[in-house]
């Protein structure tokens, strides 16, 4: 018997339940996981509040990250006792997730747990960590140089994506901009995460011109909407702007001007379905760039059964930082 946190459907409502299950509970796959490790995401937030979009078949368990051992595995790739970790590739949406002390996933979605990383750590870096980094690769690949190039924004700064794509551009030398709705509540926690200045988020909300005012280097936005729309009209000739979210909205009201007459270079970024080569390296520079001290410092560890009640925080952007979940606990 194992415990699980499990969104069913009572009548026409989801639920979440904390539910002993069984090996036989257990979805298709080759590799079974011990877990010791989950977090808590927006999706998470969505999905355990009884939200709509993310599960799309009920009953499932959430949780969008799992970091634990290899229990058992039928794939030449992986053995016993291996230390893991799965982001991605659709669990908790439409695979069982990591909100659970056991799991059963496909040998092709793990990623071997860095030496010098701990598995409490690896879950506070999770999905938001793992695509902070990705943004980040973005713009460096992008050619956004932090020796002679400009500020670089962050919006969304105090959420989990956010913080660590602070972290990690401050430690690389950016002078890094961090864009919030809480400056006067957060503002010393952002500053202490390596921001050299806090924009309120309203001077981003807010439609503009197609072309203003060049600002910006660079940006990671996991705002979207007029938000993103504003960050490219003030973003410089030649620089580039990482999309990885849509917490202020799914739509773009924005015209190519950005893009024709500056150069600026959006790049999407989509964590869920990163191939195996990208999620090795952004891992191995998530073990060697982020501050550990710092990383500590963001994340909050909870019980398995109080991940329910982070759902409605998470969801309102009153939770800051990361939040792990000790499944065991």
């Not at 913080?163 to 709705?181: D, E, K, N, P, Q």
């Not at 759902?311 to 930082?321: D, F, K």
Request: charged share 20%; proline share 4%.
């Amino acid at each position: 018997m194992f415990r699980a946190l499990r969104v069913e459907t009572s009548g026409t409502a989801p639920v979440t339940r904390l539910v002993e299950l069984t090996d036989d509970d257990l979805m298709p796959g080759d590799v079974t996981v011990d877990v010791e490790f989950s977090s808590v995401n927006f999706k998470d937030g969505l999905a355990l509040a009884g939200k709509p979009g993310v599960i799309k078949d009920y009953p499932l368990i959430p949780g969008i990250d799992l970091v634990g051992t290899v229990a058992a595995s039928a794939s030449p790739e992986w053995s016993a006792g291996d230390r893991v970790i799965v982001t991605g590739w659709g669990i908790g949406e439409t695979h069982d997730g990591g909100l659970s002390e056991r799991a059963r996933v496909r040998s092709e979605w793990l990623v071997r747990l860095p030496d010098h990383l701990t598995a409490s750590r690896a879950a506070a870096i999770g999905t938001a960590g793992f695509t902070a980094m990705l943004a980040v690769l973005a713009l460096e690949n992008g050619g956004v140089d932090a020796r002679s190039d400009g500020d670089v924004v962050v919006s969304g700064a105090a959420g989990g994506v956010g913080s660590i794509a602070i972290a990690l551009l401050a430690r690389s030398g950016h002078t890094v901009v961090a864009a919030t709705g809480r400056g006067s509540e957060h503002g010393e926690y952002l500053r202490a995460l390596g921001a050299s200045d806090i924009l309120d988020r309203d001077e981003l909300a807010a439609s503009g011109k197609p072309l203003q005012s060049q600002r910006w280097a660079g940006a990671v936005d996991s705002v979207g909407s007029t938000t993103l729309a504003s960050v490219l009209a003030q973003t410089r000739h030649g620089g580039v702007v990482a999309a990885c979210g849509l917490a202020g909205g799914a739509d773009l009201p924005t015209t190519v001007m950005p893009f024709i007459l500056r150069g600026v270079t959006l790049a999407g970024i989509n964590s869920v379905f990163a191939p195996t080569s990208a999620r090795t390296e952004a891992w191995e520079r998530l073990a060697s760039d982020l501050d550990a001290t710092t990383l500590d410092e963001m994340t909050t560890t909870i019980p398995l059964a109080d991940a329910p009640q982070l759902a409605e925080q998470i969801l309102a952007g009153r939770v800051r930082g990361r939040t792990v979940v000790d499944v065991r606990a």
